[in-house]
């Protein structure tokens, strides 16, 4: 069965330091993994997704993930944070199995980034 | 978020109401979808449309029925409903519905049953 997990209900970091956001996935076939992020009253915004190739994914707003097959990991990076990247940020998996449900997105629960001042 | 847009973004019906949600979608996609946002809970699928013709039914009650006239617009016609189906609810689109493509979301309906 397909699912995601993201450990970190809540990610509070400084303005200007690194930000990691967790995610692990467990899928049956090859993983394709997405990342969105969710302003308050707003629908989800596409940040990046890994498909195959470079384990390191660059996307919008100058974030990035790394894939990490042994450990069924994409986590969500950028190297200095800003205040305005507080929001709520989901991961997303989608099986390359046949068998998989068409057009499924398994969704995280979400983490809740507060970058301060 | 103008490549898919939802109205009306907030609604308040009562549990006796029918009432429509409306999507369209500006992408040139032949996929679209509904999901339902609700708070401490992952996003849940309900409906899958592919090319007009629905391809999934997640297991979602009558009492929410899916209409797509074209591959542009999605309605999510509502009627009877309990005040558990008070969500947010989103509208996605996608070029298909292949697992490698990337599904952009409209900025939801906020509904709330009394």
């Known amino acids: 069965a397909q699912s995601v997990a993201q450990p970190e209900d809540q990610v509070n970091v400084a303005e200007g330091n690194p930000l990691t956001v967790k995610c692990t996935y467990s899928v049956s076939g090859n993983p394709y993994l997405f990342w969105y992020v969710q302003y308050p009253n707003r629908g989800l915004q596409f940040l990046l997704k890994y498909i195959t190739g470079d384990n390191l994914v660059k996307g919008s707003y100058g974030f990035e993930a790394e894939f990490n097959k042994s450990q069924t990991s994409f986590h969500l990076k950028k190297p200095s944070a800003l205040v305005s990247d507080s929001a709520l940020y989901f991961c997303a998996v989608r099986d390359s199995y046949r068998g998989s449900t068409l057009g499924r997105l398994y969704f995280g629960r979400g983490t809740q980034l507060t970058v301060w001042p | 978020e103008t490549g898919v847009t939802q109205t009306p973004r907030h609604l308040v019906m009562g549990m006796t109401n029918k009432k429509s949600l409306k999507c369209e979608q500006h992408?040139?996609?032949?996929?679209m979808y509904w999901y339902k946002q609700s708070a401490k809970k992952p996003l849940e699928l309900m409906f899958v449309y592919s090319l007009e013709e629905r391809v999934e039914n997640n297991s979602v009650p009558s009492r929410f029925s899916p209409e797509c006239p074209n591959s542009s617009h999605l309605f999510l016609h509502l009627h009877t409903l309990q005040p558990e189906d008070s969500a947010l609810y989103l509208c996605a689109s996608s070029q298909s519905t292949a697992s490698t493509d990337t599904q952009y979301f409209g900025p939801g309906t906020r509904l709330t049953v009394l």
């Open positions: 992408l040139g996609h032949n996929a």
